[in-house]
């Protein structure tokens, strides 16, 4: 007997036989003599039809059967008569594994996003959560199979870590100390705690990145970063997962080059490989993306400076909710204007003012401006933050003092600049974002599969 999956059912060649499925039903509707059941093992969008007839011993039982239930089907692989299918099977045996209840959740109508983030440990059985998921895993393979095929080395960088990469100040706190000491204490006494200083999360693999890049050359961080910003809006959570290449001997010009042939390659790869779960959100969720994607795989991307793009955005006359001028934080509305009015396509903005950039990012020299970096693509926003890296310690060293920090924290990654530093770049890009660029999706919470978000920790 072949174990044959639906995804090799329903999507390749097929020769008729007898086949064993394992799955969920769907749907199911009953007759006299038959009973007819869609059917989904989570492998692919498409369903295949289950056919019951009433000879079957356990016809009474398969009766009985209800939308959720899982079962084990055993039968004949033949084409199929009704439309809309090519395959359809005829059981000789159907085997009931667990009878879900009448109240199961996702019953045959449509359900809102808002429904389904309350019970986000059955929505990856939907339609549209099983395609975002199996789109998710598929890229997190690209972002692999993309750097192994360049020779880049990957690294584990830690979760848990004393430097606060961004000096935004907002990380969670890991600590062992429990409340009650705490409050003998009268204070955080991190002398005390598991490893004898203060403890976060970390906000970035970069720093660490940086490390093995001056040591094994090309590597790249890709894993979940957290951030404790009370923030609860559809851009933000707290828990998500960065993609962060690290380039030894590489420039800003070489950092976006990098930059745009990474997207390209995914987007790509996205619409050979994951061709089927994509045709669901561009029939249903937005019929622009495949333009998007036409866009993103074809077309140079733009560059332009922070300082002309402030010229841009002062001349288009546009009504911003935040005003323009020279040294803001350019926000959603800013960058979408400029990616989706003004270029129309993907826009590398580079050069930002030093007092709006980490302590990290290398001096240019007019010592008013940094070699930062942002992609910027239609409907996100900014996709990819990076920049040269200041591989001068004199630089690193002075910068660091102006923005109040202290080096004694740092110790080891001076120590990178102090012996054989080499010029060197690298970027983060956020992978649930290029996720909501993939499909569409507006809302951060439904590209995450658990996700974690103020006042919300629930599964």
């Known amino acids: 007997m072949k174990r044959t999956k639906i995804n090799i059912l329903t999507r390749l060649e097929t020769t008729p036989g007898q086949v064993l499925v394992k799955g969920w039903v769907r749907t199911k509707r009953d007759s006299k003599e038959f009973s007819f059941m869609e059917v989904n093992d989570g492998s692919c969008l498409n369903n295949i039809q289950v056919l019951a007839n009433k000879d079957l011993e356990n016809y009474s039982q398969i009766q009985t059967i209800t939308t959720g239930t899982s079962l084990v089907v055993v039968g004949d692989l033949v084409a199929s008569p009704g439309k809309g299918q090519k395959w359809e099977i005829q059981a000789s045996n159907v085997e009931i594994l667990s009878l879900a209840p009448e109240s199961y959740p996702l019953q045959k109508k449509r359900h809102s996003d808002e429904f389904l983030r309350t019970i986000a440990h059955l929505r990856p059985r939907t339609n549209k959560f099983g395609a975002i998921f199996r789109i998710r895993s598929e890229m997190a393979f690209a972002i692999h199979k993309f750097y192994r095929d360049r020779g880049f080395k990957y690294l584990t960088a830690p979760l848990i870590t004393g430097s606060d990469c961004e000096g935004a100040g907002e990380m969670f706190r890991v600590t062992s100390l429990t409340p009650t000491e705490v409050q003998k204490q009268g204070k955080m006494d991190f002398t005390r705690d598991f490893f004898g200083q203060e403890a976060n999360l970390t906000v970035s693999g970069q720093l660490s990145a940086e490390m093995f890049a001056l040591s094994l050359g090309d590597v790249y961080t890709f894993g979940p970063t957290f951030r404790a910003e009370n923030s609860n809006t559809s851009r933000h959570v707290a828990e998500f997962w960065m993609l962060e290449p690290e380039m030894a001997f590489c420039d800003l010009n070489g950092n976006m080059d990098h930059g745009e042939e990474l997207v390209k390659y995914l987007v790509n790869h996205a619409m050979e490989f994951c061709e089927e779960d994509l045709s669901l959100f561009f029939q249903f969720v937005d019929k622009s993306l495949p333009g998007l994607m036409d866009t993103l795989v074809n077309q140079e991307f733009g560059r332009l400076s922070y300082t002309?793009?402030?010229?841009?955005?002062?001349?288009?006359?546009?009504?911003?909710?935040?005003?323009?001028?020279?040294?803001?934080?350019?926000?959603?509305?800013?960058?979408?204007?400029?990616?989706?009015?003004?270029?129309?396509?993907?826009?590398?903005?580079?050069?930002?003012?030093?007092?709006?950039?980490?302590?990290?990012?290398?001096?240019?020299?007019?010592?008013?401006?940094?070699?930062?970096?942002?992609?910027?693509?239609?409907?996100?926003?900014?996709?990819?933050?990076?920049?040269?890296?200041?591989?001068?310690?004199?630089?690193?060293?002075?910068?660091?003092?102006?923005?109040?920090?202290?080096?004694?924290?740092?110790?080891?990654?001076?120590?990178?600049?102090?012996?054989?530093?080499?010029?060197?770049?690298?970027?983060?890009?956020?992978?649930?974002?290029?996720?909501?660029?993939?499909?569409?999706?507006?809302?951060?919470?439904?590209?995450?599969?658990?996700?974690?978000?103020?006042?919300?920790?629930?599964?």
């Open 308 to 459: 002309d793009a402030i010229a841009v955005l002062k001349k288009s006359k546009k009504a911003f909710e935040f005003p323009v001028e020279y040294g803001i934080d350019l926000q959603s509305e800013h960058e979408r204007y400029l990616a989706e009015d003004y270029f129309k396509k993907p826009v590398f903005l580079t050069d930002y003012p030093k007092d709006i950039k980490p302590f990290y990012m290398r001096m240019n020299a007019d010592e008013k401006t940094v070699a930062a970096v942002d992609l910027l693509v239609p409907r996100i926003g900014e996709l990819i933050g990076g920049s040269q890296r200041e591989e001068r310690l004199d630089h690193l060293e002075k910068r660091m003092e102006e923005m109040n920090l202290p080096k004694e924290p740092y110790w080891w990654y001076l120590d990178s600049r102090r012996y054989g530093s080499v010029p060197h770049a690298g970027f983060g890009l956020g992978f649930e974002r290029f996720l909501m660029m993939l499909t569409g999706i507006t809302n951060i919470r439904d590209v995450v599969p658990f996700p974690r978000t103020p006042g919300s920790i629930d599964f």
